[in-house]
């Protein structure tokens, strides 16, 4: 399996942006749709946004549309959350996963490997 790695979480203010990254080793994503959830303290693990394994596709929780932007660079092996408009209600860990099949999933369940997480903290 590959490991996952996300980087780029941090403690910022509401309205401004934050950009986090999913590198993978010891293996490719470049076959495999990849997901971004997050989880809250007290609640579960949410969807966030899934992109195919080509990038021309991408799936977004109504929570995010129109503020986050799920990208990858497969020659780099890396996903990509680009985070713009950060509320409060945005604060939780952050997780990438990659996808047992090539195809835009909601659910955990869709998904066979995952990240440790980076915390992402947005204050007003």
């Known amino acids: 399996q590959e490991q996952l790695v996300e980087s780029g979480g941090g403690l910022v203010q509401a309205g401004d942006s934050l950009r986090l990254s999913c590198a993978a080793s010891?293996?490719?994503?470049?076959?495999?749709?990849m997901g971004w959830f997050r989880q809250a303290p007290g609640k579960e693990r949410d969807f966030v946004a899934t992109?195919?394994?080509?990038?021309?596709?991408?799936l977004y929780a109504n929570s995010v549309k129109g503020r986050f932007t799920i990208s990858r660079d497969n020659a780099k092996n890396t996903v990509y959350l680009q985070m713009n408009s950060l509320k409060r209600e945005d604060t939780a860990v952050y997780y990438c996963?990659?996808?047992?099949?090539?195809?835009?999933?909601?659910?955990?369940?869709?998904?066979?490997?995952w990240g440790q997480g980076t915390q992402v903290t947005v204050s007003s």
């Open positions: 992109i195919d394994s080509s990038g021309d596709s991408a």
């Open positions: 996963a990659a996808g047992k099949i090539d195809g835009l999933l909601r659910e955990p369940s869709g998904y066979r490997n």
């Open positions: 010891r293996g490719t994503i470049t076959m495999y749709s």
